[in-house]
């Protein structure tokens, strides 16, 4: 008996507490601020940037995935710092190469050079799902039925390594995913390719070059 009443009282106590701030009823205004973030990497410690081969571990027939990157990456560097930015067909033939701090000693001869590369795996395939029509005020009361529509989807995993030519060290290393539907079904993997890596750069830039970043703010009043 004495829990029943317990129990009633706290319910009580909890709806009134829920009805006082419900009737108060919050303003609140919401804001987007800039926010500086710092660079992960001194870029400017290094004479080059150097671009080497990526590990590509799987890309679309008839496409150049590892010289795709690199274009992109040498041209939107070079706008952006003074360094230079070259390639270098230096061959990674494997993951572990990545980590192996005497390979990337013995390629520099004693240049303070960052070297740039990674791995990236870059898949399209045909997706198929049943698309139904919205029913209509007035139309007709039977349901329409479902069509089977076909979507290009496109993913890429890219993961990017930047090395220190005097120490072989790993001095960044992080994964970008992206992922594309398109309904043209004719949609080409370099059109798509070009839509994901725009999606890759300015989180990959942020962490290299430091800039602004955009994040929501509630203020109450």
Same mark, same amino acid.
Not at 29 to 46: G, H, I, N, S
């Given at each position: 008996?004495?829990?029943?009443?317990? /129990?009633?009282?706290?319910?009580?106590?909890?709806?009134?507490?829920?009805?006082?701030?419900?009737?108060?009823?919050?303003?609140?205004?919401?804001?987007?601020?800039?926010?500086?973030?710092?660079?992960?990497?001194?870029?400017?410690?290094?004479?080059?940037?150097?671009?080497?081969?990526?590990? @590509? &571990?799987?890309?679309?027939?008839?496409?150049?995935?590892?010289?795709? @990157?690199?274009?992109?990456?040498?041209?939107?560097?070079?706008?952006? #710092?003074?360094?230079?930015?070259?390639?270098?067909?230096?061959?990674?033939?494997?993951?572990?190469?990545?980590?192996?701090?005497?390979?990337?000693?013995?390629?520099?001869?004693?240049?303070? #050079?960052?070297?740039?590369?990674?791995?990236?795996?870059?898949?399209?395939?045909?997706?198929?799902?049943?698309?139904?029509?919205? &029913?209509?005020?007035?139309?007709?009361?039977? /349901?329409?039925?479902?069509?089977?529509?076909?979507?290009?989807?496109?993913?890429?995993?890219?993961?990017?390594?930047?090395?220190?030519?005097?120490?072989?060290? #790993?001095?960044?290393?992080?994964?970008?995913?992206?992922?594309?539907?398109?309904?043209?079904?004719?949609?080409?993997?370099?059109?798509?390719?070009?839509?994901? @890596?725009?999606?890759?750069?300015?989180?990959?830039?942020?962490?290299?070059?430091?800039?602004?970043? @955009?994040?929501?703010?509630?203020?109450?009043?």
């Amino acid at each position: 008996m004495l829990k029943t009443i317990k /129990s009633k009282y706290l319910l009580f106590l909890l709806s009134l507490i829920l009805g006082t701030f419900a009737c108060k009823g919050y303003n609140y205004v919401k804001l987007r601020l800039e926010l500086p973030t710092k660079a992960t990497v001194q870029l400017d410690k290094y004479s080059e940037i150097r671009l080497v081969n990526f590990l @590509i &571990k799987h890309q679309p027939k008839g496409m150049d995935l590892n010289k795709e @990157i690199r274009d992109y990456l040498q041209f939107e560097l070079s706008k952006q #710092i003074e360094q230079k930015v070259t390639q270098e067909d230096l061959l990674v033939k494997a993951e572990e190469t990545l980590k192996d701090k005497d390979f990337w000693k013995n390629q520099a001869s004693g240049q303070k #050079i960052l070297f740039l590369t990674g791995t990236a795996e870059y898949k399209e395939e045909v997706r198929k799902a049943l698309l139904r029509r919205e &029913k209509r005020q007035f139309e007709e009361p039977f /349901s329409s039925t479902p069509k089977l529509a076909q979507r290009k989807f496109y993913s890429l995993i890219l993961e990017v390594y930047l090395i220190d030519s005097t120490t072989g060290e #790993i001095v960044f290393h992080r994964q970008f995913k992206e992922n594309q539907f398109y309904q043209n079904k004719n949609q080409t993997a370099y059109f798509a390719f070009f839509d994901l @890596i725009q999606k890759v750069k300015p989180k990959l830039f942020r962490r290299l070059l430091g800039g602004q970043r @955009i994040q929501e703010r509630y203020l109450i009043r």
